[in-house]
């Protein structure tokens, strides 16, 4: 399976799938028409891996194309979970806060779950770039629409910070 019907796969078995920890909402109630609307460019990630991709999410960051999300997709044996949210926290402060844009970072070895739902893709290293206003406009929407009622407050909170 290559990289873009792995996440499309990811997509459609999990995060369009209602579950009751979101308010019987999916995970993320927009993937599935950003995807089905080509508003998601996937990126595939090669060696050196840490290299490339402070590259390439700095790149996107100065030249933002006509998308919803890039996702950069890469190999996570290629880099650690704790050198890829230094990585990403590094390009977030030097490029994209100054661009509008947000960095969301997924390894396998850095589980995210609430409660005994796992939100990782669990197969591949990931960095969601995205407009922070659009981001937080569907945070809003997804509020109103108790998508958070039964979230740890801490957890939350940390997610909404970013």
Known sequence: ???????????????SVPHPIFNNLPPCPYAK??????RVLVKEIKDPVEYNLQTSMSNYGFLWPDADV???AFDPNKITAYD???LVDKVQRRVLDAKGLVALEDHPDD???IESVVL????????LVQPRKKLEE??????????????PEEYKSEVQAR
């Open 111 to 113: 589980e995210e779950a």
């Open 1 to 15: 399976m290559d990289i873009s019907d792995n996440i499309k796969s990811w997509i459609d078995t999990f995060l």
């Open 33 to 38: 028409k950003a995807w089905a609307e080509e």
């Open 70 to 72: 890039v996702i950069f």
């Open 138 to 151: 569907a945070r809003k929407h997804l509020d109103a629409l108790g998508y958070y009622r039964y979230w």
């Open 84 to 86: 890829l949210k230094e």
């Open 120 to 127: 990782n893709n669990g197969d591949m290293g990931l960095v």
